[in-house]
Antibody, heavy 119, light 108 residues
Framework: QVQLVQSGAEVKKPGASVKVSCNIS????????IHWVRQAPGHGLEWMGWINPNNGGSNSAQRFQGRVTMTRDTSITTVYMELSRLRSDDTAVYYC????????????WGQGTLVTVSS | EIVMTQSPATLSVSPGERATLSCRAS??????LAWYQHKPGQAPRLLIYGASTRATGVPARFSGSGSGTEFTLTISSLQSEDFAVYYCQQYNNWRPGLTFGGGTKVEI
């Protein structure tokens, strides 16, 4: 059974960085990409980027480029999303999601991590 | 960037009724469209991919149709557990970026 388990909620000050982890079990890295998607309060789903856990290749939505870094640790089948220079409008629930066979849609999702940015 | 537009924003229906949700792409995406169901406090759930293929475990009352720029998600007979927000997502030529629609809230 595939499971994606994310790290816990975070509270950060504006200008700080946050790093969210996503541990994948019941799957192999070789066949999947991991997407990061967020939902701000009162808003819809917003795609942030993807990472190829096999080789660490990644790409992010233009609006996050320069602020988001996606990495992985294959030894513990965990991927990370770090968002820097946080603003209040980065307050959101952040999800990781598995894209099996790299098709562009996600069949398994993490439980979500609430990141609150407040002074 | 491909823009996805969903309508209506809110759909008020009664249990047992049929619900029809629309999703339009700003340019053709062939059949590269997925639908997700999202309930408060839960992770999104994949319902449909390839515009019309139900994901594993999804009840037959959910069906998807369309291609090109116009897509529809139909819930044939709404159950109480179906009240949620539904999002479409395109994945045509997706490596530069995926995009979601703004969502349709299905409420009583």
């Amino acid at each position: 059974q595939v499971q994606l388990v994310q790290s816990g909620a975070e509270v950060k000050k504006p200008g700080a960085s946050v790093k969210v982890s996503c541990n994948i079990s019941g799957d192999t890295f070789t066949d999947s990409y991991i997407h990061w998607v967020r939902q701000a309060p009162g808003h819809g789903l917003e795609w942030m980027g993807w990472i190829n856990p096999n080789n660490g290749g990644s790409n992010s939505a233009q609006r996050f480029q320069g602020r988001v870094t996606m990495t992985r640790d294959t030894s513990i089948t965990t991927v990370y999303m770090e968002l820097s220079r946080l603003r209040s409008d980065d307050t959101a629930v952040y999800y990781c999601a598995r894209d099996f066979k790299i098709r562009g849609f996600s069949d398994y999702w993490g439980q979500g991590t609430l990141v609150t940015v407040s002074s | 960037e491909i823009v996805m537009t969903q309508s209506p924003a809110t759909l008020s229906v009664s249990p047992g009724e049929r619900a029809t949700l629309s999703c339009r792409a700003s340019r053709s995406i062939s059949s590269n469209l997925a639908w997700y169901q999202h309930k408060p406090g839960q992770a999104p759930r994949l319902l449909i991919y390839g515009a019309s293929t139900r994901a594993t475990g999804v009840p037959a009352r959910f069906s998807g149709s369309g291609s090109g720029t116009e897509f529809t998600l139909t819930i044939s007979s709404l159950q109480s557990e179906d009240f949620a927000v539904y999002y479409c997502q395109q994945y045509n030529n997706w490596r530069p970026g995926l995009t979601f629609g703004g969502g349709t809230k299905v409420e009583i």
